[in-house]
């Protein structure tokens, strides 16, 4: 259970929120493929041993020695903040070959950007029995929403879209396997309290309410070598 995420989502989202030139959404992509990672676009954090390496056109996740209970690495979208009241959708490409059952993936978080205790999570534990794609719900920084929600196709990556309506106010978790291949639809989650497969009112305002946009790879207490997990190919962008 990621709880020094949360932690971390608490003591950084707001200081992170006033580091952004732009409150709402600009479309953003970034295929890792240049030679260093853009640091005007990402703001990086963690805690522990992990690292996040950009290296040979990907995102690599890595942890050669466990310093905490939960080593983490991330990087927070620093240019763009979707709205609150504006149609989005963030997709990344995720892969994870370790057999940690359930202990260590690469994902995508979000965050309320007025209280970092309100987050999701989108992560790929990769194959196994405990493998899969897995979303899992904050409410006020305590896991009282209800379960995690996941589907195991038995694949080692895809990718990961999460996506939110305006209207509803619900975010929809689904993956695809291949860049042809059909969404599969993992979970909903209201952010109103209205609907959704989980929900919880975390009491964004209907006009200035925006989101934080995180990347990251985590692990409890697990080794994770250079190249075993990565992400790349990330996309934010408004859905018309």
Known sequence: MKTKLITAGLSFAGFSFFAGHCLALTPFSDNFNAIKLDKINWLAGGEGGAKLKQDDGVLKFLVPVNKADEDYAFLELVPSRPGYDENWQVLLDVANTNSHRGNSGPGIWIANAED????????????????????????????????DIGDNPGVSGGTIRISFNKTTKIMTFAYRVGKTAKWTKVATFSTNGVGGDRRANWNMNAETGLFVIKIYGFTEGRIVASGTETLDNFVLKEIK
């Open 116 to 147: 970092g205790g309100d987050t999701v999570f989108f992560e790929c534990y990769g194959k196994g029995p405990k493998g899969g794609f897995v979303a899992s719900f904050v409410n006020n920084g305590l896991y009282n929403v209800g379960p």
